[in-house]
């Protein structure tokens, strides 16, 4: 990394363990990717929010609404949204969030040595929101967000994974490249 580092000062934008994010340009670009020191290099490409669309996808609307159908209404269906049903999170911890009320019934730490309930890494919550949010987090950023699959499912935090050594942030905008040392 110290060649890296000398070498493109003026890109570069941070440093990580084993790996830089640089900004470059096209001769630079093509001068990294015949470096043989560098294992791999990916690009800072757009991102596309995917989850906005999934319970149109999934139907889970449709579930949630239920079906009439038949001879007076004896084939129909109720509508099933996850009221009386628990969902275990195996993750990093669910921290509290406005799009899942007060729906985490019980939170259980299986990280040793580590006593909070806490979700260090933001990925548990976000799970947890996939699976049983309300549309209240993201109503001021879209309205093609309806919730998450099951919005009336209670949830149980199952904290399995530990705290990082330092928090690392994604990178965003521009021609930006991640570097890798072999």
Sequence with gaps: MPRLRARHARGLRRLL??????????????????????AHISGDLPVNAGMAVTNKVTA??????????????????????????????????????????SRVVTHVNLVSGESTYS??????????GIVGGNTT??????????GGSAPAVSLIDVRGTT????????????????????
């Design 163 to 182: 705290a990082p050594r330092r928090p690392v942030r994604p990178c965003s905008g521009g021609s930006r490249r991640r570097a890798t040392r072999r």
């Design 119 to 128: 979700d260090l890494f933001g990925h548990g919550t976000h799970i947890a």
């Design 60 to 101: 889970a609307e449709t579930v949630w609404q239920g079906t009439s159908g038949g001879l007076l209404g004896l084939f129909s269906t109720p509508g099933y949204t996850g009221r009386g049903v628990g969902v275990a999170i195996l993750d990093s911890g669910i921290a509290p969030h406005t799009a899942l009320d």
């Design 17 to 38: 363990a084993g790996a830089a994010v640089l900004e470059v340009g096209d001769a630079e670009l093509a001068e990294l990717q015949r470096d043989s020191s560098i």
């Design 137 to 146: 987090a993201a109503s001021r950023v879209t309205t093609t967000y309806s």
